[in-house]
C-alpha cells in the first residue's frame, strides 16, 4: 500500500481517524499528511467531487486510495480550496468535519513466515 493516499472525511479528530484505519485488514497505519475543516453542508459534495476530479487516479473503485504523490495531493486540495473559497490552512484542533489526506506508513518485511500449530 506504500504510494498511495486515502483521501476522506470525518467528524473526529483527524489524527484520531488516521489511527482508527490501523484495522487486522490493513499492514501498516497511516501518517496524517494535512486536513481542512469544512463546513458540515458541503462536506459530501466536496468529498465527491475530489474524488471524481482523481478518478484516473484511484486504485480501486470502492476504496478512498489514490495512486498520487501526497505533495501533489496536497496541492491538488489546496488548490480545490481555494477555487471553492474555503481555507488551505492545515487544522490541528477538533472540529465538526474534515477533509483529509492520509498516507501509508512504508513498512519493509524482508521475509514473512508462518508458523502452523
Known amino acids: 500500500m506504500p504510494g498511495l493516499v486515502k483521501i476522506g472525511m470525518t467528524s473526529n479528530s483527524p489524527v484520531s481517524r488516521a ?3 490501523f484495522t487486522t485488514g490493513v499492514p501498516c497505519g497511516f ?3 494535512a ?3 469544512i463546513p458540515q453542508r458541503f462536506m459530501r459534495d466536496a468529498e465527491s467531487e475530489l ?3 482523481l478518478s ?3 486504485f480501486n473503485d470502492k476504496r478512498e486510495f489514490f495512486a498520487v504523490e501526497p505533495d501533489d495531493a496536497v496541492m491538488f486540495v489546496e488548490s480545490y480550496m481555494r477555487e471553492r473559497g474555503f481555507g488551505n490552512e ?3 484542533g477538533f472540529a465538526d468535519l474534515f477533509l483529509m489526506i492520509c498516507t501509508v506508513v512504508s513498512i519493509v518485511l524482508s521475509a514473512m513466515f508462518l508458523v502452523s500449530t
Open 51 to 53: 474524488h471524481e476530479l
Open 19 to 21: 489511527k482508527e484505519l
Open 35 to 37: 486536513s481542512w475543516q
Open 56 to 58: 484516473d487516479y484511484r
Open 31 to 33: 501518517n496524517l499528511e
Open 90 to 92: 492545515l487544522i490541528t
